[in-house]
Every structure is written in C-alpha cells, then in structure tokens.
Nanobody
Framework: QVQLVESGGGLVQAGGSLRLSCAAS????????MGWFRQAPGQEREFVAS????????YYADSVKGRFLVSRDKAKNTGYLQMNSLKPEDTAVYYC????????????WGQGNQVTVSS
C-alpha cells in the first residue's frame, strides 16, 4: 500500500499563489510518477500535471502551463505543486496520485485539498 497525504491549499485572491504538498509513505518503490488532478463542482476530474520521480520529467495540462510548477523532493518522498497567477477557474479540489508500475494506472490517491480562488 501507498499512503499519500496532502497539505496546503486554501483561499487566495486571483493572481495569487499557493503550494500543495503530497507526502508519500508505504511501498514507495511500487510507483514511479506522481500526478496532480483537480475536480471542480459538477465537473469531471481532470489532469493538471505530473512528474516522473527519478528523472524529474514533467508534464502539464495546457490550462496550467506556464503558471503551475510541479516538483519533488526524493529524500522526503514529497511532491509539490506550486500554483502561480491563480484564476477563479482554478477553483477545485486538488488530488495527488501515484502511478503504479504493475498496473500502469494511478492506483493511489491523496485525500484531496480544496483550492478556492476569489475574483
């Protein structure tokens, strides 16, 4: 099992910044990529960004490219999502997830963190 515990998030004005953290524990050797997703009320969960744990390769959704930065601290087994120039449409519950070698899917998920951007 892998446990993902998120922190950060909250309320911010448009144009502001927030940082989310995702601390991993348990069978951390079983996954190799950490993804970030978000779900706004009444909408489906969507991909935001991901980082390959060893190489540090990153991927971003077009909607956040240039504004969000995903990173990780391998020593702490913690991933981060730095969100800058936030917009009201970024308001959502944000989740981190671990992409598992054996299943090739995001099998483990954090508890979710509310991010609210006021206009």
């Amino acid at each position: 099992q892998v446990q993902l515990v998120e922190s950060g998030g909250g309320l911010v004005q448009a144009g502001g910044s927030l940082r989310l953290s995702c601390a991993a524990s348990g069978r951390t050797f079983s996954w190799y990529r950490m993804g970030w997703f978000r779900q706004a009320p009444g909408q489906e969960r969507e991909f935001v960004a991901s980082i390959t744990w060893n190489s540090g390769s990153t991927y971003y959704a077009d909607s956040v490219k240039g504004r969000f930065l995903v990173s990780r601290d391998k020593a702490k087994n913690t991933g981060y999502l730095q969100m800058n120039s936030l917009k009201p449409e970024d308001t959502a519950v944000y989740y981190c997830a671990a992409f598992v070698w054996a299943t090739n899917t995001y099998d483990y998920w954090g508890q979710g963190n509310q991010v609210t951007v006021s206009s």
